[in-house]
């Protein structure tokens, strides 16, 4: 199911943290980071996938 996780994680980094944690505030990050710039975006989706 990780797997998963880190391919949605790829395509779209919030979709991947919102299949792992919700609508927690990782998500909120997430969506912040990612449409300021996609990169730091798509570590912290990996990340939080990642440490769990």
Known sequence: ?????IIFAIILPPV???LH?????AFWINVLLTILF???GLVHAVYTIAKK
């Open 16 to 18: 991947g943290v919102f």
């Open 38 to 40: 996609y990169i730091p």
């Open 21 to 25: 944690v919700g609508l927690k505030s």
């Open 1 to 5: 199911m990780d797997l998963i996780k």
